[in-house]
Structure formats: structure tokens, C-alpha cells
């Protein structure tokens, strides 16, 4: 049984000082590095949008930040621009130890569609290779952290649990945008799939 450590969107961007930060997002870097020397595997993932995206505010006249929109494939966000490809934003934050990846997902790039899982685009059908990977190198077992707890670690999670992995999330090593209770909708959610919540 192999055991993957998949470290979600720890960038420039979602941590304080960034363009769509989260509170304390920065807090959880040493701690997923000193985690990453017990995994069999380690997979970081990074939001890569090129400008202009359809998730951003900015590309919607009159459209605010944090409003929802309908898309093809449903609802929406739309998020402030962020994570801009080879932008500084776009960076691992400078203190995670990026040298014990294994492999880094970029997700976000398709300019029609945003991507907040590991796995799949906002569609849940176009995948990003993560999971071919993951059976590939024969893990069955996924613990995950990163940012935020509510957006991108919860989709991840439950596609990963829809997909047949046994799956842990490290609450202590996440950290929440909490948009209009969406934290407490997060938890629920993965606990009724079966993904395991830890400190």
C-alpha cells in the first residue's frame, strides 16, 4: 500500500499578502514540510490561470469579485484575478520545500473553465492525469492539505473518495476562505463521503 501526500495550491497568491489570501494561509508551510518525509509520494498542485480567465471578476463587465455566475458547467465564483501563469503570484510560497516533490499538477489553465480539484475541471469530467498517475504508481491511501480548506482541498478530497482512494484531510494543515458558512458545508460534505478530518 502506497501513501501520497497531496500538498494543494500553497502559492504566493492564497497566502497573506496575495490576491486572493487566506487568513494564516502562510502558517501552514513548515508543518506540511516537516509531514512530507512519512508519504511514499508527493504531489503538489498549482492554479495556473492565463489572464484574462472566465473565473475572474475582471473578465465579466460590471461582474464583483465573490459573486456567482453561470457557466456551461454550472455555478461559479468569481474569484479576483490570481495565480496568473509565471506570475510571482503564480509561485510556490518561498518556504515549501517544492525539491521533494514527486509531481506538480497545474490545474486552471483552460481559459473556459476553472478547475478547483486535483482530479478533474469544474465540469467533474475533463481530468488533470492525476488520478492515471496515482494508480500508476499503486497508491491507494491520499492525505491532503493545503489551501483553502473549503474550495480546493474539499473538491479534491471528494473526487478523490468518488474515485475509490482512501482519504484523510489534516484540517491542522489547511486553512479556510469560509465564504457565507461554506467551511462548515465543506466539513459535512467530506465526512458524509467517508474522507477522514484530523488535526
Same mark, same amino acid.
Not at 73 to 85: A, E, R
Not at 195 to 199: D, Q, R, S, T, V
Given at each position: 500500500m502506497t501513501h501520497a501526500l497531496i500538498v494543494i495550491d500553497v502559492q504566493n497568491d492564497f497566502c497573506p499578502g496575495?490576491?486572493?489570501?487566506?487568513?494564516? @494561509?502562510? %502558517?501552514?508551510?513548515?508543518?506540511?514540510?516537516?509531514?512530507? *518525509?512519512?508519504?511514499? +509520494?508527493?504531489?503538489?498542485?498549482?492554479d495556473w490561470h492565463p489572464a484574462g480567465h472566465?473565473?475572474?471578476?475582471?473578465?465579466?463587465?460590471?461582474?464583483?469579485?465573490?459573486?456567482?455566475?453561470?457557466?456551461?458547467? @454550472?455555478? %461559479?465564483?468569481?474569484?479576483?484575478?490570481?495565480?496568473?501563469? *509565471?506570475?510571482?503570484? +503564480?509561485?510556490?510560497?518561498?518556504g515549501l520545500n517544492t525539491d521533494r516533490a514527486d509531481l506538480i499538477i497545474r490545474k486552471g489553465f483552460r481559459p473556459a473553465?476553472?478547475?478547483?480539484?486535483?482530479?478533474?475541471?469544474?465540469?467533474h469530467q475533463t481530468p488533470t492525469g492525476l488520478e492515471g498517475y496515482l494508480r500508476t504508481r499503486g497508491v491507494s491511501d491520499l492525505t491532503m492539505v493545503?489551501?483553502?480548506?473549503?474550495?480546493?482541498?474539499?473538491?479534491?478530497?471528494?473526487?478523490?473518495?468518488?474515485?475509490?482512494?482512501t482519504v484523510t484531510v489534516r484540517e491542522g494543515l489547511c486553512r479556510a476562505i469560509d465564504l457565507d458558512g461554506s467551511l462548515a458545508a465543506a466539513r459535512e460534505a467530506m465526512r458524509s463521503q467517508g474522507?477522514?478530518?484530523?488535526?
Open positions: 496575495g490576491a486572493l489570501a487566506v487568513a494564516d @494561509g502562510d %502558517q501552514i508551510v513548515p508543518g506540511i514540510n516537516a509531514l512530507m *518525509g512519512a508519504f511514499d +509520494a508527493v504531489i503538489l498542485t498549482q472566465s473565473s475572474f471578476a475582471s473578465s465579466h463587465p460590471r461582474a464583483e469579485a465573490f459573486s456567482m455566475v453561470e457557466m456551461p458547467y @454550472g455555478p %461559479q465564483v468569481l474569484w479576483p484575478d490570481h495565480c496568473v501563469q *509565471g506570475s510571482t503570484g +503564480a509561485a510556490f510560497h518561498p473553465i476553472d478547475s478547483y480539484s486535483a482530479f478533474f475541471e469544474n465540469d493545503g489551501l483553502a480548506t473549503d474550495f480546493c482541498v474539499q473538491y479534491s478530497a471528494l473526487d478523490a473518495a468518488r474515485l475509490g482512494f474522507i477522514g478530518l484530523m488535526e
